[in-house]
């Protein structure tokens, strides 16, 4: 998932003006500060204009006055404004129905269009990846922070640049379950109220997660390749996406999640490197079967989407 904060109100805080400092020390501090600046807005992109292909994971039609906001599997919140073509009832039935959309969204993140689409998956061949037999998942521990840093540098980089986390999350994790190494992911999943009050952009965000002994106890830490220079703790982490660095609870089941819409910024919950997308937690509610296996077409479909390789 393309993710990051979305800038709304804080916009005019990142306008070059005057600090009132002499012109020696002020002309030493932006130059200082601006990098730092620029790298923040480079390291959390906006959702952008243009096409997406995606199904629709829920709608959310808020309280009197609100706009409806449509969650894409894709991870994206989007408005539905009134005045759009696009009829919220054909929306909710294919919603339910598991229909494929090419929707256009404009740069308010709002729809312009939905135009249901066939699968763009391709049919899975049989010859082209074996079906991994069920394993006992039991995460692995690390023997120290360096053998973790080593994992975290080599790991692949060349995503593309409209990649998707949860993409990225499950090539890495199969990456490193190829070197012996059974991780896990962390989930984390801000709430309607956070997205509402500050116009985010995104409803969830994944990445790999290990454990690893660090002054002889075991810990905890997020393989976020993409958003992170290292191995980190999870609040360190959720800190990263969280304007107010508000602690994230950690919930035992999605439904958790969904019971508590409007309770605060966010949630955080675990899980093995099996699961690929929030819709496998929720069905782990439903059928309380824990996954034990790599399913062969999400696999091919996170390095496909995420890296551009074919397995």
């Not at 005019?12 to 600090?19: A, D, E, H």
């Not at 999640?257 to 929030?278: I, L, N, T």
Request: charge should be neutral.
């Amino acid at each position: 998932m393309s993710f990051g904060h979305a800038l709304g109100d804080k916009a005019p805080l990142l306008q070059t003006r005057s600090l009132g400092l002499t012109p020696t020390i002020e002309g030493h501090f932006m130059r200082h500060l601006l990098p730092i600046i620029f790298a923040l807005i480079a390291a959390v992109p906006m959702p952008s204009k243009g096409d997406v292909v995606t199904r629709i994971h829920d709608i959310d039609l808020g309280s009197p006055g609100d706009s409806a906001l449509i969650f894409l599997a894709s991870g994206q919140v989007v408005s539905y404004p009134r005045a759009t073509g696009v009829r919220m009832e054909e929306l909710r039935l294919g919603m339910l129905a598991h229909r494929w959309y090419r929707i256009e969204l404009n740069s308010r993140h709002e729809i312009l269009s939905a135009l249901d689409i066939a699968s763009p998956l391709p049919p899975l061949s049989p010859t082209s990846f074996q079906i991994t037999p069920p394993e006992i998942y039991v995460p692995s521990i690390l023997p120290d922070s360096e053998v973790t840093r080593q994992h975290f540098s080599e790991a692949r980089r060349s995503f593309t640049p409209d990649s998707q986390c949860y993409d990225r999350a499950h090539a890495w994790a199969y990456d490193w379950r190829r070197q012996g190494i059974y991780s896990s992911k962390t989930w984390l999943f801000f709430t309607r109220r956070y997205i509402r009050l500050h116009n985010f952009g995104w409803w969830f965000h994944v990445a790999p997660s290990v454990h690893v002994v660090i002054d002889g106890k075991v810990r905890e830490r997020v393989m976020d390749v993409k958003y992170a220079r290292g191995p980190i703790a999870v609040k360190e982490w959720t800190d990263i996406f969280i304007r107010d660095n508000t602690p994230c609870p950690v919930v035992e089941r999605y439904r958790d999640h969904a019971d508590f819409p409007e309770s605060g910024p966010c949630f955080v919950m675990k899980s093995s490197m099996y699961y690929y997308q929030p819709v496998d937690l929720e069905l782990l509610d439903l059928t309380a079967t824990p996954r034990d296996r790599w399913q062969p077409e999400e696999v091919r479909s996170a390095f496909r989407e995420a890296f551009g390789e074919t397995l």
